[in-house]
């Protein structure tokens, strides 16, 4: 028999929490990281407090993801110094620079649309320790549930990409199939209102994400 490997497992970030326990239970159903919006203009958009809350009740190993939107780098540094951050997220038009500046691991959100040209990007952010695929908007910057046409990812970026944008626990599955990622984010699709995350979707998500991993691996 063929050993599995590299063996498949979908990495699940699992984004807009505000409440400490909903956060929990999303790594106790097998979430690896969590995001917390640090966005003003966001429904999910978090103060210090909240955010320290939420990171106190979490296991060691669960990632905590600090997202930001075109922010000054002093606030950024700011919310560094308070909240246990392990991973930035930059969703906005954020130069290789200025995501360099912080002396953490970042994953740089790219707002897929048709003209873009994602090895280009890849290539001018070559310290980022992935890519977030999320769905381009003209009136807001992400967490709106959009979807962008999958088949845009090339082949040989699989293993750099976060898939994100308008992901449900009914179409992960088709997307994982498609786009082969190294891992999956997802806001609005396991809510139950805007930063309520729904237990019951959320379990649904992961449940979806094994059955995919399991499959590649037998197969
Ligand atoms: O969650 C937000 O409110 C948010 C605000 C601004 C930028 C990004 C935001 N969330 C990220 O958006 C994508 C897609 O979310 P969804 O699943 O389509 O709702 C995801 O990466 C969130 O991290």
């Given at each position: 028999?063929?050993?599995?490997?590299?063996?498949?497992?979908?990495?699940?970030?699992?984004?807009?929490?505000?409440?400490?326990?909903?956060?929990?239970?999303?790594?106790?159903?097998?979430?690896?990281?969590?995001?917390?919006v640090?966005?003003?203009?966001?429904?999910?958009?978090?103060?210090?407090?909240?955010?320290?809350?939420?990171?106190?009740?979490?296991?060691?190993?669960?990632?905590?993801?600090?997202?930001?939107?075109?922010?000054?780098?002093?606030?950024?540094?700011?919310i560094?110094?308070?909240?246990?951050?392990?991973?930035?997220?930059?969703?906005?038009?954020?130069?290789?620079?200025?995501?360099?500046?912080?002396?953490?691991?970042?994953?740089?959100?790219?707002?897929?649309?048709?003209?873009?040209?994602?090895?280009?990007?890849?290539?001018?952010?070559?310290?980022?320790a992935?890519?977030?695929?999320?769905?381009?908007?003209?009136?807001?910057?992400?967490?709106?549930?959009?979807?962008?046409?999958?088949?845009?990812?090339?082949?040989?970026?699989?293993?750099?990409?976060?898939?994100?944008?308008g992901?449900?626990?009914?179409?992960?599955?088709?997307?994982l199939?498609?786009?082969?990622?190294?891992?999956?984010?997802?806001?609005?699709?396991?809510?139950?209102?805007?930063?309520?995350?729904?237990?019951?979707?959320?379990?649904?998500f992961?449940?979806?994400?094994?059955?995919?991993?399991?499959?590649?691996?037998?197969?």
């Amino acid at each position: 028999m063929k050993f599995p490997y590299p063996f498949r497992r979908t990495r699940v970030k699992i984004c807009g929490f505000t409440r400490p326990d909903d956060a929990l239970t999303s790594v106790q159903l097998g979430a690896d990281a969590i995001g917390l919006v640090f966005y003003p203009p966001s429904p999910r958009t978090l103060d210090v407090e909240t955010a320290r809350n939420i990171v106190s009740v979490l296991p060691a190993f669960a990632t905590v993801v600090g997202l930001f939107v075109d922010e000054d780098e002093s606030v950024v540094r700011k919310i560094l110094e308070q909240v246990r951050i392990d991973l930035i997220q930059f969703h906005g038009e954020e130069t290789p620079d200025y995501c360099r500046r912080f002396g953490k691991p970042y994953i740089k959100a790219v707002r897929m649309r048709s003209e873009t040209d994602l090895e280009s990007v890849v290539r001018a952010y070559p310290d980022a320790a992935g890519f977030l695929l999320d769905a381009w908007h003209p009136d807001v910057k992400g967490g709106a549930g959009h979807r962008f046409d999958w088949n845009m990812v090339p082949k040989e970026l699989r293993q750099s990409v976060i898939l994100a944008g308008g992901l449900t626990p009914e179409n992960v599955g088709e997307a994982l199939r498609t786009v082969g990622p190294y891992a999956v984010d997802v806001s609005s699709g396991v809510e139950a209102g805007k930063g309520i995350k729904d237990a019951g979707k959320m379990a649904a998500f992961l449940e979806q994400v094994h059955e995919y991993d399991h499959r590649a691996n037998i197969d």
